[in-house]
């Protein structure tokens, strides 16, 4: 082996060996945990994000408040399956503590710890030394108490002309300042108030009034606090055209929409007279897709005698069902030349009606070129006889 190779190879070899002490990284944060003030009932996600080469383990720690010294490690499952850890290693180490349904205890220091250090699992070492940390303190406080409106129900057989839903601040640890109305997530213009007793009134309720509202109070010194009402209304559809119409091997998208709380359980069907065929997306040529109020059929590469017929879409919640059909009408690719075979077929037609018409015509109607000429008497030799025979008489 040349000698020029022996020395690259061990340089190679050399270099990879000493590659992981070259580049090796101590751990550091990328993002840190912050910390929060809750209310009872609700959830809280703290975020660690660390660097580091080798990529450092990622532990939960905890304390309770005016309590330091005495951190507890957290582990999945723990205090009744209320906390979870999801940890992702890469290139760098990611991990997220959730917390759900908060209680007052659920107050204290969250730590997020890191290392990447090979005796950081080692007792005799001391943690301080081995570990990086990040805190976040967590605040819960006792979530006021709102008395709100029962939920309702529009019936369209019985319809309510008017709805009132009212909701009441009773127990507040800190002043409120403000209460304003959102419906499925988005505040509603002009409810703003500064009162502790609010209320939103619809006039002639309809299908698309229902929803979730809220009533949300905010506080200066705590987070918002808020009491839901549900008004709740069987499916009010619209669905596709009443009819399309579509060329063999083409694509056909059919939709239908709806109003009504809660969001509906969609469905399509293939009718057959008095019996129905259920759509799915096994088939390969169906697609369906769902969103909350909508829904859509997408029919593939339209077969002329299979595809034709009344499709009928189905809403259905937990108030009541409604359906809306609309027929597909296929038609063969020469559809596009029919216009013009029409007046091609009328143009003969009228050729033909035109040859039967002239060799029908009768014989009186046409001259004869081999006869002679007759011509005509006139009155003028009439006039001649009678002329003579005056001037016979004179004599």
């Known amino acids: 082996m040349h000698p020029n190779a022996v020395m690259l190879a061990v340089v190679l070899i050399l270099g990879n060996l000493m590659l992981p002490f070259i580049s090796a990284q101590s751990a550091g944060f990328v993002k840190s945990p912050m910390s929060e003030t809750k209310l009872t009932g609700d959830t809280f996600e703290l975020y660690c994000d660390v660097v580091g080469n080798p990529t450092p383990e990622i532990q939960w720690w905890y304390a309770e408040i005016n309590r330091a010294d005495s951190f507890k490690q957290l582990w999945e499952g723990a205090r009744k399956r209320r906390v979870s850890i999801n940890t992702a290693y890469g290139a760098n180490g990611v991990s997220v503590l959730g917390i759900t349904r908060l209680t007052l205890e659920d107050s204290g220091t969250y730590e997020c710890r890191a290392s990447n250090d090979p005796k950081r699992n080692d007792l005799r070492q001391n943690p301080a030394s081995t570990w990086i940390r990040a805190q976040a303190t967590i605040l819960v406080l006792q979530k006021p108490k709102i008395n709100a409106s029962d939920q309702t129900i529009l019936s369209a057989d019985n319809p309510i002309k008017h709805i009132s839903l009212q909701c009441n601040l009773t127990t507040a640890h800190t002043p409120h300042k403000e209460s304003f109305w959102v419906k499925n997530g988005q505040e509603i213009k002009n409810t703003r108030t500064e009162l502790r007793n609010t209320a939103y009134r619809i006039v002639k309720s309809r299908a698309d009034d229902s929803g979730e509202y809220m009533c949300v109070y905010t506080f200066a010194m705590a987070p918002n606090a808020n009491a839901t009402i549900e008004v709740k209304a069987k499916p009010d559809v619209t669905g596709h055209k009443r009819s399309e119409n579509k060329n063999e091997g083409e694509n056909a998208m059919l939709y239908c929409k709806s109003v009504g709380y809660p969001h509906p359980t969609w469905t399509w069907r ?120 005056r001037q016979r008489n004179t004599k």
Not at 286 to 308: A, C, G, K, Q, V
Not at 371 to 384: I, R
């Open 270 to 389: 293939k009718m057959n007279g008095t019996s129905s065929t259920d759509i799915d997306n096994s088939t390969g040529r169906f697609f369906i897709t769902i969103r909350d109020n909508y829904t859509e059929l997408n029919i593939l590469h339209l077969d002329i005698n299979s595809d034709p017929g009344i499709y009928q879409c189905n809403a259905t919640n937990m108030i009541g069902n409604t359906a809306e059909t609309t027929i597909l009408r296929v038609r063969s690719n020469l559809a596009p030349l029919w216009p013009f075979l029409g007046v091609l077929a009328e143009i003969i037609i009228l050729v033909v009606i035109i040859v039967v018409y002239e060799k029908r015509k009768r014989p009186d109607d046409i001259i004869d070129d081999d006869e002679p000429v007759v011509p005509t008497k006139t009155n003028s030799t009439n006039n001649h006889k009678d002329k003579n025979i």
